[in-house]
């Protein structure tokens, strides 16, 4: 089955660390989007890339970094820099500029 | 630049009733328009779309939306829902010749109660 995955589903970090967050797709999508959601917010786009070993800042991008190696791949960094990162982080992905986004089940992350 | 304006951030309603959830939009240039639906601790599902062509689009499980550019609005309808509908339902829109980067909603949770 196509889709994209997310790991890990649940995470926790004491402060002061960096974590990675996984995100993976088999759609042969060019685009992938990481978005951050916390309640009555909606969701914010942190970091996005059209094509690999390109990616753009999003609305909140600070504190946050990513890396595009594979088409398949687009891993997100949390950095310490992060103020408050506690929130669920979505990833997206999608065929065309005038496609819809599919997303992935989504990683809590909970800072300790 | 876009942005999303959803009215209602809670919409309780009775299993069996019709259902409306608001969305306006703005825009300088024309969109794509979105509804995705939201189970909790999951990711979002996309509902149904307007890229072009009929303004009144449908989903398989009874929702529809009606793109109106005059009130710069796209309303998600159901005539009756169930409780399984619970959720919160993101509507988002699209600049055409933009990077394709959604703008979202802050969303409105749908709460069908028996």
């Known amino acids: 089955d196509g889709g994209i995955t997310q790991s890990p589903k649940y995470l926790f970090r004491k402060e002061g660390q960096n974590v990675t967050l996984s995100c993976e797709q088999n759609?042969?999508?060019?685009?992938m989007y990481w978005y951050r959601q916390d309640p009555g917010q909606g969701l914010r786009l942190i970091y996005y890339?059209?094509?690999?070993?390109?990616?753009q800042k999003g609305d909140i991008a600070e504190g946050y970094s990513v890396s595009r190696e594979k088409k398949e791949s687009f891993p997100l960094t949390v950095t310490s820099a992060q103020k408050n990162p506690t929130a669920f982080y979505l990833c997206?992905?999608?065929?065309?500029?005038?496609?819809?986004?599919?997303f992935g089940p989504g990683t809590r992350l909970t800072v300790l | 630049a876009q942005s999303v304006t959803q009215l209602d951030s809670q919409v309780p309603v009775f299993e069996e009733a019709p259902v409306e959830l608001r969305c306006n939009y703005s825009s300088s240039v024309s969109v794509y328009l979105f509804w995705y639906v939201q189970y909790p601790n999951q990711g979002l599902q996309l509902l149904l779309k307007?890229?072009?062509?009929?303004?009144l689009v449908e989903s398989i499980n009874g929702f529809e939306a009606e793109f109106n550019k005059s009130q710069t609005s796209f309303h998600l309808r159901k005539p009756s829902v169930h409780i399984s509908d619970t959720a919160e339902y993101f509507c988002?829109?699209?600049?055409?010749?933009?990077?394709?980067?959604?703008?979202f909603g802050k969303g409105t949770k749908l709460s069908v109660k028996p």
């Open positions: 997206a992905s999608t065929e065309s500029l005038a496609s819809e986004q599919f």
């Open positions: 988002a829109v699209s600049g055409r010749g933009s990077q394709g980067n959604l703008i």
């Open positions: 890339s059209q094509i690999v070993n390109d990616f």
């Open positions: 307007y890229l072009s062509g009929s303004t």
């Open positions: 759609l042969n999508h060019d685009a």
